[in-house]
């Protein structure tokens, strides 16, 4: 499974992003036009990849700093086309509603401005999902018969 590949169920989204099954179901009704952005539809099912789940981790995370859910989704999103280092922070200024704010730093370097700012740690979130993505495609299973 590579960041991209949309193998994943919307149970296994839920449970990997930390989101409740039901409020994930919310995030895709309320933001219908946004889902190609963290999802795609099959045959009436959504598919999730790492890279997505790691969209709708880092949205929740923006969601409860002040965002709504379009602008945190927008927001993740623009910074995920590919895995960020471990040690990469996403700095999004606090008021800022552009999905192309933020920037994703490495190595620590001083922040400039004196503003407020949102600092979560994208790259152990995102390397957190990959591994527990690779470690459920892993896990085998197992049918039982009488």
């Not at 602008?71 to 996403?90: E, G, R, S």
Request: charged share 20%.
């Amino acid at each position: 499974m590579t960041w991209q590949d949309r193998v994943l169920t919307r149970a296994e989204a839920a449970s990997l992003s930390g989101l409740h099954p039901v409020t994930l179901d919310v995030v895709l009704h309320r933001t219908k036009p946004l889902a190609p952005l963290y999802s795609e539809k099959r045959k009436g099912r959504r598919w999730f990849s790492a890279a997505d789940i790691t969209v709708l981790r880092l949205a929740f995370e923006l969601e409860r700093a002040g965002r709504n859910w379009p602008t945190a989704i927008a927001q993740a999103f623009q910074h995920l086309a590919t895995p960020p280092p471990n040690d990469a922070l996403l700095v999004v200024p606090v008021l800022s509603v552009s999905s192309t704010s933020g920037r994703v730093l490495t190595g620590l370097p001083a922040l400039s401005g004196s503003d407020s700012m949102i600092v979560l740690p994208i790259g152990r979130i995102a390397a957190e999902i990959i591994a527990a993505c690779d470690q459920l495609k892993e896990t085998t299973v197992v049918a039982v018969s009488n």
